[in-house]
Every structure is written in C-alpha cells, then in structure tokens.
C-alpha cells in the first residue's frame, strides 16, 4: 500500500552540444550530461536521456526538440529538459529550457555563460551543478 503513495516525476533530458571544430558529441559534453543524470537520480527524480546529438543550426534545435519530446511522451515523462551547450575554444554558454511534455509547453528558458576549458572535468561538474540546481529550482516551485 505505501507503493501507492510514493511519486517521483519522471524528467527526459537532452543535450544539444554546438560546435563547429567537431561533427561528434565530445567527451565534455559527455561528462555534463553523465552528472546530471547522477545529479537529477540523487535529488528524487526518474531521469532517462535521449542521446546526446550535435547540431548546426535553430532549425535542427527545433527538430532535435520535436523528436526528443515525442519520445518524452512516449516514455511517459511529466518533463522534458534541453540543454544546448555552446563551445568555440572552450564551453561558453549553456542554454536550457524545460517544457511540460503533457502540454508542450515551455515553463521556463534561461542560459548562463561559462568559461570552462576544454577537458577541465572539475569545471564541467561546477556547470552541471549549476543547471541541476537551477532546473531543480523551478521543478519544486511548480511542486514536481
């Protein structure tokens, strides 16, 4: 019976990694989105991933979105979170959004900007904390 009155949310994350030196998701991208799923599991909530994906352009941010929240929904997710990481020589800015996947709509977009080196582990678990604390910030203000 106590099985009925535990809930945890169940989040869908995505991450989005632009970068014009490279075609392929890179090992820094790799290590965020790993800390995260850590981060999100040890805060209380069920956490799956799309694969993590490369992108050119708005237009495939847009298509990555609409693929990655219909598998989302499929899954049976109550959110789903993108981050789009941007890199030059080293990861610059961070965007994220996390949308409500029974309705589609988007709760809230932020972005920040970070200085982190390139293969600088400690401070790619620094900008994963971050996000955590910020996304978890806003899932308990909408009591998820």
């Not at 106590?2 to 014009?20: G, S, Y």
């Not at 598998?71 to 959110?79: I, R």
Request: aromatic content about 10%; some cysteine.
């Amino acid at each position: 019976m106590c099985a009925n009155f535990c809930f945890a949310k169940q989040i869908q994350l995505q991450i989005v990694q632009h970068d014009d030196r490279t075609d392929t998701v890179t090992e820094d991208s790799l290590v965020i989105e790993d800390e995260l799923l850590a981060g999100f599991f040890e805060t209380g909530y069920i956490i799956t991933n799309s694969p993590a994906v490369v992108s050119s352009s708005a237009s495939d941010d847009v298509i990555l979105f609409n693929k990655a929240m219909g598998d989302a929904y499929e899954g049976s997710s109550d959110y789903f979170v993108q981050i789009k990481l941007y890199y030059g020589n080293s990861l610059h800015t961070v965007n994220w959004s996390i949308s409500s996947v029974a309705t589609g709509k988007t709760i809230k977009e932020s972005s920040f900007e970070s200085a982190v080196k390139t293969y600088d582990e400690k401070g790619l678990k620094n900008v994963s904390s971050k996000l955590i604390s910020e996304i978890t910030k806003v899932l308990k203000s909408i009591k998820a």
